[in-house]
């Protein structure tokens, strides 16, 4: 199940939206760092390397300590979970096996 919220701020409300505009940048630069470091290990190693390493080499970071730690949690968790569908396509494409 996917939840999602809407929320609509007001322009002349312009705290909230410094807020959710700083939130949201620096969620994005989560997501990129993990992405990142798991790309490049990768290429390194030949390995994947999972969500817990992650965490534990991200959570000192700047990135991570911008963004509440449950949403910086979600947000590495997206990452694995974006890998693991490539991981399962690289095995199932020289099979022909591709969803449509």
């Given amino acids: 199940m996917l939840l999602i919220t809407n929320n609509r701020v007001k322009s ?7 807020i959710l ?7 994005k630069d989560l997501y990129n760092k993990a992405l990142y470091t798991i790309r490049q290990h990768f290429f390194e190693r030949q390995e994947y390397l999972p969500y817990p390493k992650v965490y534990h080499l ?8 911008r963004v509440l730690s449950n ?4 947000t590495m968790k997206q990452v694995e979970n974006a890998f693991k569908s490539f991981f ?4 199932i494409f020289p099979e ?5």
Avoid at 12 to 18: E, F, G, I, M, V
């Fill in 88 to 91: 399962t396509l690289l095995r």
């Fill in 58 to 65: 991200l959570k000192a970071s700047d990135e991570y300590k």
């Fill in 71 to 74: 949403a910086s949690q979600q």
């Fill in 96 to 100: 022909g096996k591709l969803p449509l």
């Fill in 21 to 27: 505009k700083d939130g949201t940048r620096a969620s």
């Fill in 12 to 18: 002349r409300n312009k705290t909230k939206l410094a």
